[in-house]
């Protein structure tokens, strides 16, 4: 009789060991990732030096707000989530900011969390703080690794868990003295994610409620698309004649020159749009929920005999508002796959529908006139000179506030992930999201409109962008306010202006003490070649940034 020897015990002889921070970020390759942000920290030194050797590519944040930003944008530009990486106690909850954007952004993110020797726990050690209490309500998970030998299985969980069902972001903790401890250096392999589909029973009456429409609306958002699944979705629309509309500030995926795009829905959407979301009689939305912003509060589309017909991986349909017909549980891609397989006869009502909104669209976003006039500098003429010089494949990131609006008009999106934003209108994202985008796409322009407080919260990240390679092209809308909560005041406390007013630096000296471009602009006749060098400055390979004064209270519309 054969005897059966067992299998070698771990940290046997007969298996290669590792530290349990190299194996994390092992892992971490293993499972595609190119890049992770971090601010560094004495409480994960052990993965600071696996990243030593690693393929990962390591870069060495500012702050760590700014780090978890990048890696949020990361995650909305890639399929595999954004990684980020901070130490104990100030670090995280510097962190947390990015964390609420991927939270409320459905943005699959990593936030690795050093932390204090498992020793030390609960006798209140320096910068000792519960991952668990701190983030439990504002990611999907968080997970604590306290037993080495899990490392490469916790990192595995965490990759999955933000990536399944609605993306979001997941915790994991790494305490000081258990990523030094030596483990089996085996890798847990990537665990398959369930992507949904429609079943007979959802075509079927998607098939039929599009039959029985003359005004079909498609509301496209969230972060789960591909290029591919775009350009597929794009192809049908057009070729059926079916309108789309944008949720607030996720324009491209549906592109800015489609005949089928008919403009965003959000904040401050200019009213044809607004006015849709009640005149059509089927709405489709395709990786969002009718939430809080699209609805207006939860008031608009509130009538329950109006149909709705929701698109998300996520059955609990969380933050949803209003009605709903039927709800097909899928992610983007795979809903589009069985979308093209419907041939539809077009209705001469889709077109004039379409045609109809599609003309609002063109004439909202027609561009001012390029001539500069006399008095200060404006951004309606920064926009006519800057958008024609724009390549096709350009990408735009920005922040929260008024600011934003010039965007949302004007920018030529074109393409899934080339506009980044943050939909929890969280200020400083602006900066951090356009060294993201352009370490990511080193070949592409990327812009980057700033208002002048949300500059001021990351604008250091500009010593990142230097540091790296990172070349964006920053225009920072200077109108010395916070415009946004100053357009609420005038409403509620009018003539009252209270805690509202800024006072700037120059940013143009900034931007060439970080080691770009800067050129400062007051008038509105210097604001052609201002554009022309900041340009010229980018191709030439450094960041540029244009530091625009202008009047207060002028906006996009």
């Avoid at 007969?14 to 992770?36: N, Q, Y």
């Avoid at 504002?138 to 690794?145: D, H, N, Q, S």
């Avoid at 789960?224 to 070729?239: H, P, Q, R, Y």
Wanted: hydrophobic share 40%.
């Amino acid at each position: 009789m054969t005897e059966t020897l067992p299998a070698p015990l771990a940290g046997s002889v007969d298996t290669p060991t590792k530290t349990a921070g190299h194996v994390i970020v092992d892992t971490l390759e293993a499972h595609g990732v190119k890049r992770t942000y971090v601010v560094p920290g004495e409480s994960y030194l052990d993965v600071l030096d696996g990243l030593h050797h690693s393929e990962i590519d390591t870069v060495v944040c500012r702050h760590e707000g700014g780090a978890t930003y990048m890696a949020e944008a990361d995650g909305k530009m890639h399929p595999v989530p954004g990684v980020a990486m901070v130490t104990r106690g100030p670090g995280a909850a510097n962190a947390h900011v990015g964390l609420h954007t991927a939270w409320q952004d459905s943005t699959p993110l990593v936030l690795f969390v050093g932390l204090i020797p498992y020793e030390h726990r609960e006798k209140e050690a320096f910068q000792e703080f519960d991952p668990k209490a701190w983030f439990g309500t504002g990611a999907k998970r968080v997970m604590v690794l306290d037993h080495a030998e899990r490392a490469s299985e916790i990192v595995a969980e965490a990759m999955f868990a933000a990536v399944s069902g609605r993306p979001g972001p997941v915790v994991v903790g790494l305490p000081e003295d258990i990523i030094k401890k030596q483990v089996p250096a085996r890798l847990h392999p990537p665990i398959p994610v369930a992507y949904g589909g429609m079943t007979v029973t959802d075509w079927k009456s998607l098939n039929e409620a599009l039959k029985e429409s003359e005004k079909p609306l498609f509301i496209f958002g969230g972060n789960d698309w591909t290029d591919e699944g775009a350009s597929e979705f794009t192809k049908w629309l057009e070729a059926h004649h079916i309108p789309a509309a944008a949720e607030w500030r996720c324009e491209g995926t549906v592109p800015f020159d489609s005949p089928s795009y008919v403009g965003p829905i959000g904040y401050g959407r200019p009213k044809p749009t607004f006015d849709l979301l009640e005149e059509t009689d089927l709405l489709v939305f395709v990786g969002t929920v009718p939430g809080d912003v699209i609805t207006d509060g939860f008031n608009i589309r509130q009538n329950w005999d109006q149909k709705n017909f929701l698109v998300t991986i996520d059955p609990a349909l969380r933050g949803r508002s209003g009605p709903v017909s039927h709800q097909i549980v899928a992610k983007p891609d795979v809903f589009v796959r069985d979308l093209v397989r419907m041939e539809l006869d077009v209705k001469d009502s889709w077109k004039e529908w379409t045609n109809r909104m599609r003309g609002e669209q063109e004439r909202f976003a027609a561009l001012p006139d390029p001539a500069p006039g006399d008095g200060a500098a404006r951004m309606a003429t920064l926009m006519a000179n800057l958008v024609p010089k724009l390549p096709h494949d350009a990408m735009v990131t920005f922040g929260a506030g008024e600011h934003t609006n010039w965007a949302h008009r004007y920018f030529p999106t074109n393409g899934y992930a080339s506009m980044l934003s943050a939909r929890n209108g969280s200020m400083g994202y602006s900066i951090p999201s356009a060294v993201a985008a352009s370490l990511s796409y080193p070949e592409r322009t990327v812009v980057s409109i700033a208002g002048d407080g949300e500059f001021l919260m990351n604008g250091q990240e500009l010593a990142t962008a230097a540091q790296y390679g990172a070349r964006p092209l920053v225009v920072v809308m200077d109108n010395q306010e916070y415009g946004t909560i100053r357009t609420h005041q005038e409403r509620d406390y009018p003539e009252r202006i209270s805690g509202t007013q800024l006072q700037n630096p120059d940013f143009a000296k900034m931007a060439e003490a970080f080691g770009g471009f800067g050129v400062r602009v007051e008038a509105d006749a210097d604001v052609p070649a201002a554009v022309e060098a900041a340009l010229a400055a980018n191709q030439a390979g450094t960041f540029a940034l244009i530091h625009l004064i202008v009047e207060q209270r002028v906006k996009a519309y």
